[in-house]
């Protein structure tokens, strides 16, 4: 983001001047407070503690995520992604299901940190077919613990067999 120090028109703290006339319909104050407000998300040590850089148009961005992350911690490993959200956690990820020679086939997750306590929900979906091309894959997740989750895939259509390389990417959400 730009700070206006130095520009021609502009005081010599970086202010918009009252005059000559402004050339927007906001008055000088409203459009200092503002680039004030932004100014500060970006450079306070609190928001995204960076010097201002006038090529670069992501700082404003950039500072919102850093100070979501800084909120909401994220642990990641092997297993997938947690998201602390302070009363409950959201956890993500990927998990391969193994060719079975019919038309369904189990799966077990394990989340990345543990639950307080039993997840409340945990859901997926196929990234493609059971055997590619048209057939879907089907991701029901019923049994649930602290720690993990088991499911069942099945195939759309049963006369298929499920083969390997399949992925079902999950989600969970349960108390912190």
Same mark, same amino acid.
């Given at each position: 983001?730009?700070?206006?120090?130095?520009?021609?028109?502009?005081?010599?703290?970086? +202010?918009?001047?009252?005059?000559?006339?402004?050339?927007?319909?906001?008055?000088?104050?409203?459009?200092?407070?503002?680039? +004030?407000?932004?100014?500060?998300?970006?450079?306070?040590?609190?928001?995204?503690?960076?010097?201002l850089d006038p090529g670069d148009n992501g700082q404003l961005l =950039? =500072?919102?995520?850093?100070?979501?992350?800084?909120?909401?911690p994220v642990t990641s490993n092997a297993y997938g992604h947690a998201?602390?959200?302070?009363?409950?956690k959201v956890q993500m990820g990927l998990v391969e299901v193994v060719?079975?020679?019919?038309?369904? =086939?189990?799966?077990?997750?394990?989340?990345?940190?543990?639950?307080?306590?039993? =997840?409340?929900?945990?859901?997926?979906?196929?990234?493609?077919?059971?055997?590619?091309?048209?057939?879907?894959?089907?991701?029901?997740?019923?049994?649930?613990?602290?720690?993990?989750?088991?499911?069942?895939?099945?195939?759309?259509?049963?006369? +298929?067999?499920?083969?390997?390389?399949?992925?079902?990417?999950?989600?969970?959400?349960?108390?912190?």
């Open positions: 983001m730009r700070d206006f120090t130095g520009v021609s028109g502009a005081t010599d703290d970086g +202010q918009a001047k009252v005059t000559p006339a402004p050339a927007t319909r906001w008055t000088p104050e409203v459009a200092n407070a503002i680039v +004030q407000e932004l100014k500060k998300v970006i450079t306070d040590p609190t928001g995204g503690n960076v010097a =950039a =500072a919102i995520r850093h100070m979501f992350l800084s909120a909401f998201i602390d959200c302070g009363t409950f060719a079975t020679g019919s038309s369904n =086939a189990t799966f077990d997750i394990t989340f990345p940190v543990p639950f307080g306590a039993a =997840a409340w929900h945990c859901s997926g979906n196929s990234t493609e077919g059971a055997r590619g091309g048209w057939n879907a894959m089907t991701v029901v997740v019923p049994y649930l613990t602290d720690t993990g989750a088991s499911g069942i895939a099945d195939a759309a259509n049963s006369t +298929q067999a499920i083969i390997g390389g399949r992925y079902i990417r999950w989600i969970a959400v349960g108390p912190s």
